[in-house]
């Protein structure tokens, strides 16, 4: 491979970098190419690409970057692969959690950035799992101010006839 074509990876990968807001880096040691496919096939139902990468080339993308990415290149050793996400910063590690059911320890998590906050090592892979997404909080939030209105409604409507008595009392002692 050529410089030219290496810096055209690196410029390629540090553009995916700039564009999804959510990647995870995994050790992609060990893989065959049909563990591989079966991965990619996870995370593509998932929503989310995977690629390999050599550890230089994922750094100098790093490099690029706006933001503090340093700490994450003390994980880059072996053989790397970044999932990306543009959308959900949980995506990604239910894929990886998906994926070892059956196939045990594989891939090994390294790191994630959600949202430019850096996560290391494996015990996060399950808080990451856990992590809801944009719209699963917007519909939370949507149905928690929606809770209060259909609890008045549906009081309102099982009882017409007491609303309308009580209406009615108000309206006389008022007179």
Not at 102 to 110: C, I, Q, R, V
């Amino acid at each position: 491979m050529t410089r030219e074509e290496k810096g055209q990876i690196i410029d390629e990968l540090a553009e995916k970098f700039s564009q999804h807001n959510h990647f995870y880096i995994t050790d992609a040691s060990g893989f065959t190419v049909g563990q591989i496919n079966a991965f990619r096939r996870i995370c593509f139902n998932q929503g989310v690409e995977y690629r390999v990468y050599k550890n230089t080339m994922i750094r100098k993308a790093l490099e690029k970057q706006s933001g503090n990415f340093e700490p994450m290149f003390k994980v880059l050793h072996g053989f790397s692969g970044v999932i990306f996400s543009k959308e959900s910063g949980n995506a990604p590690a239910k894929a990886i959690k998906e994926y070892r059911k059956k196939n045990e320890g594989k891939p090994a998590f390294k790191a994630a950035s959600i949202q430019s906050d850096l996560y290391f090592g494996e015990e996060n892979l399950s808080v990451l799992s856990d992590l809801k997404s944009k719209n699963e909080l917007i519909g939370e939030v949507i149905a928690i101010l929606q809770s209060p209105a259909k609890n008045v409604l549906s009081a309102l409507l099982s009882s017409k006839q007491t609303v309308a008595g009580l209406v009615k009392t108000l309206e006389t002692r008022t007179k």
